[in-house]
């Protein structure tokens, strides 16, 4: 099972995974993508952690997410958004490439006998870039979004907080 839920930045994406992974799983497992860049990102995952209680088991990884073993286990991805952005850099903002390499690590990933929830940004929503690199980052990542919706079984959008499925196969 592939659960995407999608929406515009502190929208309460995150929020709503993790209600979403506790009322299935005893303990679940978050799979954390995000580089800390600098103190106030540092703050808001602090926030994150805080929020999630002893029966959270965390593994940080920022890029290669199929390394480890997942099966048999409920695992909350958050996010595609900023795993996207450390392949999009390492990859020195080559962005074919790096949808290359992520679709071949998400195919990998979903073959691992396990349940998701993965968090993504719907950058689309938040207007027009204003530079080259930014733009090129905003179309990888509507792909690579749609690349998982279309595998998803179930994808929710978190509008202000409020959760609207927009596709559920199950």
Request: hydrophobic share 35%; aromatic share 8%.
């Amino acid at each position: 099972m592939i659960h995407l839920i999608t929406g515009g930045q502190r929208s309460g994406k995150s929020l709503f995974a993790e209600e979403q992974a506790l009322s299935q799983s005893d303990h679940p497992l978050y799979l954390a993508t995000s580089r800390i860049w600098d103190e106030n990102h540092r703050e808001r995952i602090e926030i994150h952690k805080k929020r999630r209680g002893n029966q959270w088991t965390t593994i940080e990884e920022e890029k290669y997410l199929s390394q480890h073993d997942f099966s048999g286990k409920l695992v909350l991805l958050d996010c595609i958004t900023l795993w996207l952005n450390n392949l999009f850099f390492d990859n020195g903002e080559d962005d074919k490439k790096s949808m290359f390499e992520a679709s071949q690590e998400l195919e990998k990933l979903f073959s691992q006998e396990c349940d998701w929830i993965i968090v993504t940004n719907e950058l689309g929503l938040g207007g027009h870039p204003e530079n080259k690199m930014a733009m090129r980052f905003n179309d990888l990542q509507g792909s690579i979004n749609q690349y998982i919706a279309n595998k998803a079984d179930r994808v929710t959008l978190i509008i202000s907080g409020i959760p609207l499925d927009i596709k559920n196969t199950k």
